[in-house]
Each structure stands twice: as structure tokens, then as C-alpha cells.
């Protein structure tokens, strides 16, 4: 992805207040529903853990939320370590488990795709890729650098400006971030649209599908 | 098979669900759903089969089957287990469900609670801790469109509840927008 760095929106006057604690200012979060206003009911994608904050928000919008915890699935082993490419796609499509019909609007990813190597990567996008559509809009962290550090943290939706950022209760699994060029070149089903880059070095990711 | 006794205390939407009296189970208790009869199963009994009715029912006990309480409220307390398809006007989980869960009013899942399956109810409420898999179908009615839910949660919405400070998260603002090419 090439990147252009540009001001954040207006001086001084337009620098948001200090969030509370265990929280984080989203530009994209906004951008992620207000594109999808015209979408009806909306179809929503989250790959992590069903957090009170996430489904309250959800709560006050007409949405139908698939909550697939692809993490617990990794902490679990459940992803065959030496299976091929299409064994891991039929995996992550059984995971997913979708009815038939299923198109989804938005998709939560969070920081998951750092803790799959590029094979799974890439098994996990063919697998999302036929639930898509194209409008459908993608949320991931990506990082500025491979050497930026993932902490062992969940993340939901406290509303429309704020996510929710927890620390696991969980160990921390092995997570190689993925530079924001291999991750487009690995999460074939997305491309990016806009990015916002946080001071801890993660890039905050606007996706939108590539159907 | 079921106790029935009148609840007499309001009880607020998050709060536990109630829990049944394994040794005096006829008696009036506070644990009963908010309003009418309650019917209750007891943590050492075991139902298999389809369970219908037109009382609130408090399950502490094991179902297997299906529970339809079209207009009433359904409560599984910690004990409770369900494997079955729960219909009710309002459902309340602090024990485990496996089945599909459908409300007309509302449905809570407190900490205590583990569900696995499908929920349609018009709210959703989920407590920290809570345990939930599957996915939540939620249509609030009239309010029910991106654009209001959207306008809802700008400054001056309430937002939900983050019970869980994370001391390194990040307290400032991002300081860069980049945009792809």
C-alpha cells in the first residue's frame, strides 16, 4: 500500500479529548457504519471474543453479529499446523460456519491476522472471500513495521469514536506482525482504503473487499 | 415435576437470574421472575421433552428439548442447564445454553452465563464475563437503522460500559492519517 501522510483532520481546535482509560479514539470507526447507512439490516463479522461493549453498540443498531472467537480457535490448536492451503481454507470455512445467503457488510478483524502466517493468511481470506460483497467494509490493525510490538489485547466497540481495548485473560500466543504490504498481499479478499496511524506503531485500517 | 410460586420482588434486568429453593422449592421466594407465577425447576431435575405454558419459568435444574413461553419469561439460573431451542418474551441466562434463543422483548446473559447458539430479540445484553458463541440477531424497531444508531452513539451517547482500565492503551489522539494511494 502506498502510503501518504497527510494532517489529521483541521489544527489544534480538532484534536480530540483525552479518552478514558481503557479506551482508544477511532477515525475509522465511524467511516465503517456511516458508509454502510444505506445498507439495511447490516451483517456483521467479529473475530473475537463477544464483548459486553460490542453488543450494546450493536444492540442499538438493526444488525445480525456472527461472533466466531477465531483466537480461541488458535489457542486451542484448532488450525492444523501442517495442513495445505486448501485444508486450512475448508477449516476456516467450517469455523465460520455461515449459512447459505450469508453476505456480510462489515467485518471486525482486530488484530488477528498477525497471529497467522502467511499460508493461513491466505486460507482465511479464500474462505471469507465468498461471504463478501463489494461493498463490504473490513476493520484490522495493521502495523508500520514488523518490528512493532502486539500487545495481549481484545478489542470491541464502546460507539461510534471509541474502541474498547482489555488485556486477555489469556497467555499471549506467538504473533508476527505483518507489515501493511505483505498483509495486502496476503488478505487477498480486502484491499486497503484508508489507514490512521496510532503512536504505539499499529496503523488503525479501513478495508473494503475486493469482489 | 415443577414448583410454582409467586414472585414479589422487582428485579432489575442485569441482575442474576433467580435461584430456586432445591429444599423448600413451594415456597414464596424474592427469585422468582418480576411478575406472575413462576414455575421452577429445581438443580436435581431432569426434563427431556418440549416445555410450554403461559407461566414464567425458572430452570436451575436439566432441559432437553424445547421451551416455548411465548408471552413469559424464561430464567436459567447458575445451575441450569439447557440443550434446547428457548422461546420467551424475555430470556435471562446465568447458567448454560446450547440452542437457539429467540425473545421478543429482550435477552440477558450474565456473567455467569455460557451460550452457544443463535439469539434473535430485539436487545441484546451481554454482562462481562459472559461466555457466548453463535450469532445475535438484534432489531431494535423503530430506532432501527445505521443512521440513528450511528447518531446515537456520537459525544453525547452513553457509551457501554469498559469495566477493565488498560494502563498502556493509548491515551492520545493518532497523530498521523495516512491514506493509500
Not at chain 1, 470491541?156 to 471509541?162: A, W, Y
Amino acid at each position: 500500500m502506498n502510503l501518504a501522510v497527510s494532517d489529521q483532520a483541521g489544527g489544534p481546535a480538532a484534536v480530540p479529548a483525552k479518552p478514558e482509560p481503557g479506551r482508544q479514539a477511532s477515525q475509522l470507526l465511524s467511516a465503517l457504519f456511516r458508509r454502510q447507512e444505506n445498507a439495511g439490516k447490516l451483517t456483521i463479522l467479529d473475530v473475537g471474543r463477544a464483548l459486553p461493549e460490542t453488543v450494546t453498540f450493536c444492540s442499538a443498531i438493526s444488525c445480525r453479529i456472527h461472533v466466531v472467537d477465531l483466537f480461541e480457535v488458535l489457542r486451542g490448536g484448532g488450525l492444523d499446523p501442517e495442513g495445505s492451503g486448501k485444508t486450512l481454507q475448508r477449516q476456516f470455512q467450517e469455523l465460520l460456519g455461515f449459512a447459505s445467503g450469508t453476505r456480510l457488510d462489515i467485518c471486525l478483524l482486530w488484530d488477528f491476522p498477525h497471529y497467522l502466517d502467511e499460508k493461513q493468511l491466505r486460507a482465511f481470506s479464500g474462505a471469507l472471500f465468498p461471504w463478501l460483497q463489494p461493498h463490504t467494509l473490513g476493520h484490522v490493525f495493521g502495523v508500520h513495521s514488523g518490528a512493532t510490538q502486539l500487545l495481549n489485547r481484545e478489542y470491541g466497540i464502546v460507539d461510534e469514536r471509541h474502541l474498547s481495548v482489555r488485556t486477555r485473560t489469556t497467555p499471549p500466543m506467538k504473533c508476527k506482525p505483518h507489515p501493511q504490504s505483505f498483509m495486502g498481499e496476503w488478505l487477498t479478499c480486502f484491499r486497503n482504503v484508508r489507514g490512521v496511524l496510532l503512536p504505539d506503531g499499529k496503523i488503525e485500517t479501513l478495508l473494503q473487499a475486493t469482489v | 415435576m415443577f414448583d410454582k410460586h409467586k414472585g414479589n420482588k422487582p428485579q432489575n434486568d442485569s441482575a442474576p437470574p433467580p435461584v430456586a429453593s432445591h429444599s423448600a422449592p413451594a415456597t414464596p421466594t424474592p427469585s422468582a421472575p418480576a411478575a406472575g407465577k413462576a414455575a421452577v425447576i429445581g438443580p436435581g431435575i431432569i426434563v427431556k421433552g418440549d416445555i410450554s405454558g403461559t407461566d414464567n419459568l425458572v430452570i436451575e435444574g436439566k432441559v432437553t428439548g424445547s421451551v416455548k413461553l411465548a408471552s413469559h419469561e424464561v430464567s436459567v439460573g447458575p445451575s441450569g442447564e439447557v440443550n434446547a431451542d428457548v422461546a420467551a418474551r424475555l430470556i435471562r441466562i446465568a447458567g448454560k445454553v446450547h440452542g437457539d434463543i429467540e425473545a421478543d422483548e429482550r435477552v440477558v446473559i450474565s456473567k455467569t452465563g455460557n451460550v452457544r447458539g443463535n439469539i434473535t430479540a430485539p436487545r441484546v445484553m451481554l454482562e462481562d464475563g459472559a461466555i457466548f458463541k453463535g450469532s445475535i440477531d438484534m432489531d431494535p424497531g423503530d430506532a432501527a437503522v445505521v443512521k440513528s444508531a450511528v447518531a446515537q452513539s456520537r459525544p453525547a451517547a452513553k457509551p457501554a460500559p469498559v469495566p477493565e482500565a488498560v494502563s498502556d492503551t493509548s491515551d492520545k489522539a493518532p497523530d498521523l492519517s495516512l491514506k493509500s494511494g
